[in-house]
């Protein structure tokens, strides 16, 4: 149900249960492949940063910024959310079309708002592909709300 505050955070450290309950988790190294899989599966806005060696960066700088919804051992949701110190962001929240109107995404995003509250952030920013509609009908069902700002982007140069 939208706005329903189940992620708690001892949720993640449960393991895969084996039945059909949908177990939130840090993802690991070994899920990368799997990661990118799902993004693509789900439709996931295709972005430069959609390989894994940029998914291992965010496990190597933030071991539970991304996080995977899986059932029965099988990933079926995404959700990358940081903390900077001066925001939180979410990013990649994705759940497998077959997989999707059961809570998943709010579940995996109340889940990091508990988790980016409790490392002292108050405010949030969602990437929220402004074209999809049920996109933006999930965001304002969880109380976000569109921002004047405009992103402005720029990707650098490999090093
Ligand atoms: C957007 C997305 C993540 C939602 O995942 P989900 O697991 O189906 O969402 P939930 O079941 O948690 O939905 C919670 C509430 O959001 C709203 N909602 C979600 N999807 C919706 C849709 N397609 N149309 C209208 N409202 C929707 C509803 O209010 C829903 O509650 P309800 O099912 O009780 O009515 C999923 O559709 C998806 O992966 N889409 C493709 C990728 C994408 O767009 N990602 C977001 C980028 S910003």
Redesign the pocket.
């Given at each position: 149900?939208?706005g329903e505050g189940s992620g708690a955070v001892g949720e993640v450290a449960a393991p895969s249960s084996g039945d059909d309950e949908v177990v939130l988790r840090p993802a690991t190294e070994a899920d990368v492949p799997a990661v990118l899989a799902l993004w693509i599966d789900?439709?996931?806005?295709p972005t430069t940063t959609d390989d894994a060696l940029s998914v291992r960066a965010v496990l190597a700088r933030d071991g539970e910024a991304l996080v995977v919804a899986e059932r029965r051992g099988r990933l079926v949701?995404t959700l990358i959310a940081t903390w900077d110190g001066w925001r939180g962001n979410m990013y990649r929240?994705?759940?497998r079309p077959e997989?999707?109107?059961?809570?998943?995404?709010?579940?995996l995003v109340r889940h990091a708002e508990t988790r980016l509250r409790a490392e002292g952030c108050r405010r949030v920013t969602?990437?929220?592909?402004r074209d999809?509609?049920?996109?933006v009908?999930?965001?304002t069902?969880?109380r976000y709300a569109p921002h004047p700002m405009e992103r402005y982007v720029r990707t650098l140069e490999a090093p």
């Amino acid at each position: 149900m939208a706005g329903e505050g189940s992620g708690a955070v001892g949720e993640v450290a449960a393991p895969s249960s084996g039945d059909d309950e949908v177990v939130l988790r840090p993802a690991t190294e070994a899920d990368v492949p799997a990661v990118l899989a799902l993004w693509i599966d789900a439709g996931a806005h295709p972005t430069t940063t959609d390989d894994a060696l940029s998914v291992r960066a965010v496990l190597a700088r933030d071991g539970e910024a991304l996080v995977v919804a899986e059932r029965r051992g099988r990933l079926v949701g995404t959700l990358i959310a940081t903390w900077d110190g001066w925001r939180g962001n979410m990013y990649r929240l994705a759940v497998r079309p077959e997989e999707r109107r059961r809570g998943i995404a709010a579940r995996l995003v109340r889940h990091a708002e508990t988790r980016l509250r409790a490392e002292g952030c108050r405010r949030v920013t969602a990437l929220v592909a402004r074209d999809d509609e049920g996109a933006v009908e999930f965001w304002t069902a969880l109380r976000y709300a569109p921002h004047p700002m405009e992103r402005y982007v720029r990707t650098l140069e490999a090093p």
